[in-house]
């Protein structure tokens, strides 16, 4: 259902359609529909302006009834309106009595216009019900034709429960990112102002820098974090920030280097790659290793983003030989992935004795 659910999205995304755009996506439907009908149930045998007016009669009916089900009857349900139970029979009532008009409407313009003066198509069932409608009231046909405007139906009615379930799917979605997106905000404040304490209580004359990059980065998180995509460039931005505020502390005992290849274009969640180089930073300088470092690569190529961290382990991480590193941090981005972009990306991990590296490969928004 989830792959059902991206492929309706992209036809019908959920947010950002407007008014005009909605009205424009019915009328395509419906203009589909009625080719759809004049395929499959016109007579070869009778007149253009009679299939014409057979193929309206029904499309008409199948509106009729779609907006008056899903957009009238169905929230009397939903919203639990107080006088529903009346509501709906009255609805039902004017459902019935549309049939009715619009049938015998059709009945009446195509003997106006004679429209059945064909020797090769039987249509006494037609004559009888023009000269007398209470034949067709006394027949099975009634039943039959409302049968038949459900069936007809069936293409909008499935539509409409598809969006239903992919709006579902996606406010889960949202709700499960957005509780994820609350837990990695905390953690990386929280680190960024260890950070600044860290220069603040030796008097450092880098500390405004440091709270002018704090400044960039939390303006950052508490403003552009909220997007569900950002442009890559302010991703890189916002990385490039962080790492300047980490080097202010580490300059000594750390080389870092932030390489960036290609066209840096496209979308992307934000704070998705943020946790890789807080654990990279994390992990690498627990003690004076005479050799930390850390290497980031971020290419773009065909629309596709290539992100890969590598940093060495410091003595400490080494000597207490941690198992795992990033903690929930990690954990939360590696939901997040999988929820954001299901089998369109790939996340490897080597944890090697001294080094540890990570590759992200992701489809750009």
Partial sequence: ???????FLKIYPLEGVSAKKRVLLHCTFWLMMFVA????FMIPLTSIGYNFISISYLVSLDIIYFYTIIYIIIPLWTNYYEHKFVTTILLIIFLILCFFAIFFIRIQLIFDYNLVDSNKVDFRYLKKVYTNYSYFLKSAYVFIGILEIFLTALPAFFIKLTRSLVKSISEKKQVEIDYLRSQINP??????????????????????????SLSSLLDYVLYESNQPTISLEKEVSFLSNFIELEKMRNTKRLQVNFEIDGNIHGNIPPMILITFVENAFKHCIGDLYSNSFIKILLKVEDNKLYFEVENSKSNLTNNNQRKTFGGIGLANVKKRLATLYSNNHSLEIHDKKDTYVIILRLGLM
Avoid at 1 to 7: R, Y
Avoid at 188 to 211: G, H, M
């Fill in 187 to 212: 953690h990386f404040l929280t680190n960024t102002l260890n950070n600044i304490y860290s220069l603040s209580v030796t008097d450092d004359k880098r500390n405004s820098d440091a709270i002018l």
């Fill in 1 to 7: 259902m989830e792959k059902v659910a991206e492929l």
């Fill in 37 to 40: 009908l004049w395929k499959s």
